[in-house]
């Protein structure tokens, strides 16, 4: 869910917890990288934005993901995992599309 959905809804109470469960299903809040709050602010994450500063400055994307879908946002990115899950894309069909789209992504090595 994007946050103009979610931020004004009864799910707005994920704001103070950095996620929610709803169903038995967990939500957590991404920065447009696809990196949750939580790994924003550990500092054992890779993801850490360090003491002091905003883990989701004002302005920026804050989605509410389903947790399954959080590697995928991750390697797709934010706006082909909004168009996909608009399109009624499944988990796994996602999760394939991500090994197509890693693998013409590698780098190819140049040889002489």
């Known amino acids: ?14 704001r103070y917890y950095g996620g929610i ?6 939500y957590k809040i991404v920065n447009k990288q696809g990196a949750t709050i939580f790994e924003l602010s550990d500092p054992d994450s890779p993801y850490y934005v360090g003491d002091g ?9 804050a989605d509410l993901v389903l ?10 990115g934010r706006d082909k995992t909004i168009e996909l899950v608009k399109q009624g894309v499944s988990v796994q ?3 394939k599309l991500c090994k197509e789209f890693k693998k013409h992504k590698t780098p190819k090595i ?3």
């Open 1 to 14: 869910m994007t946050e103009e959905y979610w931020v004004n809804s009864q799910f707005s109470v994920a």
């Open 21 to 26: 469960q709803i169903g038995g299903k967990s």
């Open 53 to 61: 500063n905003m883990a989701i400055p004002p302005g920026e994307p």
């Open 67 to 76: 947790e399954e879908w959080i590697p995928i946002y991750k390697i797709l």
């Open 93 to 95: 069909e996602a999760r």
């Open 110 to 112: 140049k040889t002489k």
